[in-house]
């Protein structure tokens, strides 16, 4: 008998080891508390105007709120950093896009690897630039545009709101394509940029579509072709760069949502499919088309090939061009 307890008890002990409370092992579906978004940019933004809309909507999705919090600075890089030293549990997101492709090579020497501590989940908008003129600049098209610029290099000049950003790399792979020799006139804003071109002190800007539309129905400003190589929403009625005259110039400010490297791929997958429903919504098209943002769905698969084509493009447009960062 005394025996019989003694193997009872052992083999009550081995099986606790072995099976241990469900407290221990089981694990609270996600998300299960407040998810945090990082942007790089400041209130206001196009970043943070497509980060609220997106947040939102995932909140009301994934039954947790999702928290919007602004880190700008250093081209969007301390967000980036913040993210990727966060741990790997789907609580910490970073809105990136292209500017974080473009640091791959612009910014180099970041104390975390842009490309492994922080990974890919899910594309989620464009914004396209357009090629906008001041209307005393006796042109009409694109093909017009890159005769004069010819006749007259280093003249004509173009605005930006800083070095390393969309509107200035458009302008540079502009050059590269047309072999033109358009002056980069950076500013702290497109904003500033934009008052400049309506005063008639630069001649042209490769200006966020949100920031000139009202300008060009005013006829304050002309507007030649947007970026894109698909007309976008906001300007159907506009013709694109490759169709008139440079054929595969394409480029857009693009957004996707970002995760620490360590991050599960099973949670990975569950924002992924989040971000997906978020864009098929119809309050979400609703917001972002009067926004002047076209949705761009892609996985993380999806999202891994886009990024590094669009870091191998701007790495030859940033080398070739000479450009440093500010």
């Known amino acids: 008998m005394i025996r019989f307890v003694r193997m009872a008890t052992?083999?009550?002990?081995?099986?606790?080891?072995?099976?241990?409370?469900?407290?221990?092992?089981?694990?609270?579906?996600?998300?299960?508390?407040?998810?945090?978004?990082?942007?790089?940019?400041p209130a206001g933004?196009?970043?943070?105007?497509?980060?609220?809309?997106?947040?939102?909507?995932?909140?009301?999705?994934?039954?947790?709120q999702f928290v919007v919090d602004n880190k700008p600075g250093a081209g969007s890089n301390i967000a980036a950093e913040l993210v990727a030293r966060a741990p790997g549990d789907g609580y910490t997101l970073l809105l990136g896009g292209v500017t974080n492709a473009v640091n791959v090579t612009l910014t180099p020497d970041v104390s975390f690897n842009p490309?492994?501590?922080i990974?890919?989940?899910?594309?989620?908008?464009?914004?396209?630039?357009?090629?906008?003129v001041n209307p005393a600049m006796n042109v009409s098209n694109v093909r017009e545009f890159i005769a004069l610029a010819k006749a007259k290099p280093g003249e004509i000049t173009y605005g930006s709101a800083g070095n390393g950003t969309s509107p200035h790399l458009s302008g540079e792979l502009f050059n590269l394509m047309a072999?033109?020799?358009?002056?980069?006139?950076?500013?702290?804003?497109?904003?500033?940029?934009v008052t400049d071109l309506l005063g008639g002190r630069i001649s042209a800007m490769f200006s966020p579509a949100s920031t000139v539309i009202p300008h060009i129905r005013s006829g304050k400003l002309k507007a030649l072709?947007?970026?894109?190589?698909?007309?976008?929403?906001?300007a159907a009625d506009i013709p694109t760069v490759s169709e008139s005259g440079l054929p595969g110039y394409d480029t857009a400010i693009w957004f996707g949502l970002m995760a620490p490297g360590t991050t599960p791929s099973a949670i990975?997958?569950?924002?992924?499919?989040?971000?997906?429903?978020?864009?098929?919504?119809?309050?979400?098209?609703?917001?972002?088309?009067?926004?002047?943002?076209?949705?761009?769905?892609?996985?993380?698969s999806e999202y891994a090939r886009f990024q590094a084509q669009e870091i191998e493009k701007w790495a030859r447009v940033i080398k070739a061009a000479g450009i440093k960062a500010e």
């Open 225 to 234: 072709a947007s970026t894109t190589s698909q007309r976008p929403g906001i």
């Open 268 to 300: 990975v997958e569950r924002i992924a499919d989040a971000v997906a429903q978020a864009l098929d919504s119809a309050d979400v098209k609703a917001q972002f088309v009067s926004q002047g943002i076209d949705p761009f769905k892609g996985g993380p």
């Open 45 to 64: 933004s196009s970043t943070d105007v497509l980060g609220r809309v997106l947040a939102s909507k995932l909140g009301d999705i994934m039954g947790q």
């Open 115 to 117: 490309v492994k501590d």
């Open 119 to 132: 990974i890919p989940v899910a594309l989620t908008a464009t914004i396209p630039n357009i090629l906008v």
């Open 179 to 193: 072999g033109t020799k358009l002056l980069h006139v950076p500013y702290k804003g497109s904003n500033q940029a």
């Open 10 to 41: 052992r083999a009550l002990v081995l099986g606790v080891l072995a099976f241990p409370p469900v407290a221990v092992w089981a694990q609270a579906p996600y998300p299960s508390k407040p998810v945090r978004m990082v942007i790089g940019f």
